[in-house]
């Protein structure tokens, strides 16, 4: 028997813990959507409110009716992670099926190299990101914040890691049905790897959902901002105007929440089948 169930006390105990954690991680996020219904005067006055004693809707108003390029940003930030996201769950699933079962010249170095890579920070390569996309032309477009994100060496790794527990008699039987490689990926691998793929796709859109840092570096125009970059531009010389940013906060955390919501079924499952033996 385990120590919870000879103490139930200590279930209790624990169960309190995690009410307390969860009420103080809980508390930003609600006085942010607070705030998202104060007039800007409330929000500076210093004051220790957290309901609003001024409610109003002018903030959502103005977001969504008075500054015009809200919903641009908002498509861009769509277009951009989602486009994100399909292109990964593609090549790191393909990436991470060839690591585990197929056979070929440089697959150990390959791996190897893939590995190397996760000690990478992400920072270390903003730079020569934007050497190339200058290069190429590609500055200030939509393929210049898609493609240098299309691919994911933790991600890979993860595929690489559900694929190397795969039931391999599923496979042979589809050999045995006539199916190449490509056909036992597309039609036996893919179906059964929604797990992880449903993982995947949590991390992988947040991550693109989020992301400030390359569209800082590479975006300059304002109609190309993504939702980070135009919730920083309500920033004036003076003040920020903290009512518009609790606002477009808001709206900017519903598309997330909606995605963890869709594949929250498979993201425990998933998250706890990649990491088999290697």
Not at 77 to 91: D, E, G, H, P, R
Request: no cysteine; glycine share 6%.
């Amino acid at each position: 028997m385990t120590n919870i169930s000879r103490f139930p006390w200590l279930k209790v105990l624990l169960y309190l813990v995690l009410t307390l954690y969860a009420v103080i991680t809980l508390i930003p996020f609600l006085w942010a959507l607070s705030a998202s219904f104060k007039p800007l005067s409330e929000i500076i006055s210093g004051e220790l409110n957290f309901f609003p004693q001024n409610f109003t809707l002018d903030n959502y108003r103005q977001i969504f009716v008075q500054e015009p390029l809200f919903w641009r940003w908002f498509f861009n930030s769509v277009f951009i992670a989602v486009s994100v996201t399909l292109l990964n769950l593609l090549f790191n699933s393909m990436s991470g099926y060839a690591l585990a079962r197929l056979t070929f010249v440089g697959k150990s170095f390959w791996f190897f190299l893939i590995l190397a890579l996760l000690a990478v920070p992400t920072q270390i390569t903003l730079i020569p990101t934007f050497l190339i996309l200058k290069a190429i032309g590609w500055l200030n477009s939509y393929q210049g914040m898609i493609v240098p994100g299309m691919v994911n060496a933790t991600f890979i790794f993860m595929m690489r890691q559900f694929f190397v527990n795969f039931p391999k008699e599923l496979e042979e039987a589809g050999q045995l049905d006539g199916l190449n490689t490509l056909g036992i990926f597309r039609h036996i691998v893919l179906p059964l790897a929604k797990p992880a793929l449903a993982a995947q796709a949590v991390f992988v859109f947040m991550s693109s959902w989020n992301n400030f840092l390359l569209p800082i570096v590479i975006l300059f125009d304002p109609e190309m901002f993504t939702l980070p970059l135009g919730l920083n531009s309500f920033k004036g010389q003076y003040i920020s105007y903290w009512n518009y940013i609790m606002a477009a906060s808001m709206m900017f955390t519903l598309p997330a929440l909606g995605i963890y919501a869709f594949f929250n079924r498979y993201f425990i499952q998933g998250a706890t089948f990649t990491g088999g033996k290697g």
